[in-house]
């Protein structure tokens, strides 16, 4: 990597740190990317490329689950309802609740019981 390339990319990831006011607008839709750096999301040749790096650069493994969960083993069961239960649910998403980042939390509070 040149030293161009290397300042380039920090320039970008420094970009990519600032705090984003929240945008209504969907990420990618009709080949526009909203954060597309060439369009702005007005529409380009770029978007799609733009997007694919932007989802790369956040899931470099792709989707991944917040958690899993064997059915067939009572404990697990149990930790699926702490995490992912009716209580949960709607404390997370009622009054004063911590929305889904509660349920990531709840998640990482309850590990699966193997690891
Ligand atoms: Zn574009």
Redesign the pocket.
């Known amino acids: 990597m040149s030293l161009i390339e290397a300042l380039t990319k920090l320039a970008e990831d420094l970009e990519r740190a600032k705090p984003k006011p929240f945008d209504p607008r969907p990420r990618f839709e009709n080949g ?2 909203r954060d ?1 750096k ?2 702005q ?4 040749v ?2 799609k490329i ?1 997007a694919d790096k932007e989802y790369a650069r956040q899931f470099p493994s792709g989707p991944q689950p917040i958690a899993t969960f064997d059915m067939t083993n009572e404990a697990d069961i149990e930790r699926a309802k702490k995490v992912i239960g009716r209580d949960a649910i709607e404390k997370a998403f009622g009054p004063n609740g911590g929305g889904v980042q509660e349920i990531i939390d709840n998640a990482k509070a309850n590990p699966p019981l193997n690891d």
């Open positions: 526009r990317y597309c060439w369009c999301g007005r529409g380009c770029s978007c733009e």
